[in-house]
């Protein structure tokens, strides 16, 4: 096997290895009822801050750390009160009872203000993936929230496809094994 072929193999195994990676440990944020700290953003109401398609990092963050201000305020992501819908805006304004929210490209506040403290789930660090790298995008299309139901639908067929292929290699190991068996025994 040429070194180009090895290299390539031991970076589709990293790739392979990282994304399995990310996969488990967002499992176990989702048990853990927490919200993983990537998120892709799936509107355009923070544009040109934030377009749908960027995966955005969050951190944790105390509400009596979060600064509100109609230009500066921080970017926070919290679930919509009453729902479990996720939302990113910005905190324009403290109240009494929580945050008054906008998101930078919406004409008005939220209908919904204020977000009580104990919906918010995190700020934005600041850091992205921007969505022309087409990864925030490929997440929407498989969780059926872009063109569904086409999506869930490419998901099964590849998830099928795996399985086939993975069966097919172990009854040919197996028929292989059988061969050398035969061989070593004449």
Do not use: C
């Not at 203000?113 to 997440?139: A, C, D, F, H, Q």
């Amino acid at each position: 096997m040429s070194k180009i072929k090895k290299a390539l193999n031991f970076l589709v195994f990293i790739t392979l290895f990282i994304l399995l990676g990310l996969l488990v440990i967002a499992a176990l944020y989702n048990l853990s009822g927490e919200v993983f700290p990537l998120l892709v953003v799936k509107s355009g109401s923070m544009e040109p801050v934030l377009s749908r398609g960027d995966i955005i990092l969050i951190e944790k963050v105390s509400p009596d750390e979060i600064r509100a201000d109609i230009v500066n305020g921080d970017i926070i992501v919290f679930y919509k009160p009453g729902t479990n819908i996720l939302i990113v805006h910005r905190a324009i304004r403290k109240v009494d009872g929580g945050f008054i929210t906008k998101g930078d490209a919406n004409t008005g506040s939220d209908y919904f203000s204020p977000v009580p403290p104990e919906n918010i789930v995190g700020r934005w660090t600041g850091m992205k993936i921007p969505s022309w790298s087409g990864l925030g995008y490929l997440s929407l299309f498989l969780r059926g929230e872009l063109y569904p139901p086409y999506g869930k639908i490419v998901l099964i067929v590849l998830l099928v496809i795996n399985v086939v292929f993975i069966v097919k290699d172990i009854l040919s190991r197996g028929k292989k094994n059988a061969q050398e068996e035969k061989k070593v025994e004449s």
